[in-house]
């Protein structure tokens, strides 16, 4: 599995799953996982993930 929030050791498939639930922003990713709350550097990791998730 991929970490994609290293400060809180997040995996690509989680935050998938939280987008999955519902979660359609970087906020409410944040919210439900804590990916992208500590330094940000993950941010525009997990806009990317939402967005392939839409499709």
Excluded: L, Y
């Excluded at 997040?10 to 359609?24: C, F, H, K």
């Excluded at 439900?32 to 499709?55: L, P, Y």
Aim: overall charge negative; hydrophobic content about 30%; proline content about 0%.
């Amino acid at each position: 599995m991929s970490i994609v929030c290293e400060c809180f050791q997040v995996t690509e498939e989680t935050i998938r799953e939280a987008i999955r639930n519902g979660a359609t922003t970087v906020e409410a990713v944040g919210d439900v996982t804590q990916a992208g709350t500590g330094c940000g550097g993950c941010q525009s990791r997990i806009e990317e993930i939402i967005n392939e998730e839409k499709k």
